[in-house]
């Protein structure tokens, strides 16, 4: 069983529409937790960043931690076609060190 | 402005060969890594290290080694490169105690 678990899509929307993304993981040490987006054929771009549980708004995305229940979320608001590219969780336990990430979840928001 | 760079872009061998690709920062950061990133399986680490001489092996390290001599440049070496290694593999690299870690732009490799 893999430690983060995000399911890879694909997913299409509307533009305009609010997107839900999810992960689950299984190690209860984690507690930094990242968003990365990818374009296709980029690297990876940190989109959002928490610390523990909570809550995290940025523009049109919020990105939302639930240790109790090992469930992370991000939410974009006003989905626009720019926001199209794989979306990809990320966390780890210590400060500095590797980064677990999910498979990555393929959005397209169609105009 | 400070970037990290990664060399060929694209690279075609045949099985058997050694492979050897560039990455290169000059953000100054002692944290490096190199991942590789396939259909199914997301991204996965590949070695990483925190500091010069340091060198560590992540989840899939079999086939591969890195060797880090400098705090800019971490050449990730394919021993003999094999079908099962296509794919394509990113550079990233982080300050000390951060967790932003910065993406090269990948090297597309195929193995025929």
């Known amino acids: 069983q893999k430690e983060v678990e995000q399911d890879p899509g694909p997913l299409s929307v509307p533009e305009g529409a609010i997107v839900s993304l999810n992960c689950t993981y299984s190690?209860?040490?984690?507690?930094?937790f990242m968003w990365y987006r990818q374009y296709s054929r980029k690297g990876p771009e940190l989109l959002m960043y928490t610390y523990s549980s909570g809550n995290k708004e940025d523009g049109r995305f919020t990105a939302q931690v639930d240790k109790s229940s090992k469930y992370i979320s991000l939410f974009i608001r006003d989905s626009q076609p720019s926001d199209s590219a794989t979306y990809l969780c990320?966390?780890?336990?210590?400060?500095?060190?590797?980064?677990?990430f999910g498979e990555g979840t393929q959005l397209t928001v169609n105009p | 402005d400070a970037e990290i760079t990664q060399s060929p872009r694209h690279k075609i061998t045949e099985t058997g060969r050694q492979v050897t690709l560039a990455c290169h920062q000059t953000w100054n950061h002692n944290n490096m890594f190199w991942y590789r990133q396939d259909l199914g399986h997301g991204l996965r680490l590949i070695h990483y290290s925190y500091g010069v001489q340091d060198t560590n092996k992540g989840e899939v390290s079999d086939g591969y080694s890195v060797s880090r001599s400098n705090t800019e440049d971490l050449p990730l070496t394919l021993e003999s490169a094999a079908s099962s290694q296509t794919s394509v593999y990113f550079c990233a690299s982080s300050r000390d105690l951060g967790n932003e870690q910065f993406f090269g732009p990948g090297t597309r490799l195929t193995v025929l």
């Open positions: 190690n209860s040490a984690f507690q930094y």
């Open positions: 990320a966390m780890t336990a210590t400060s500095g060190s590797r980064l677990t």
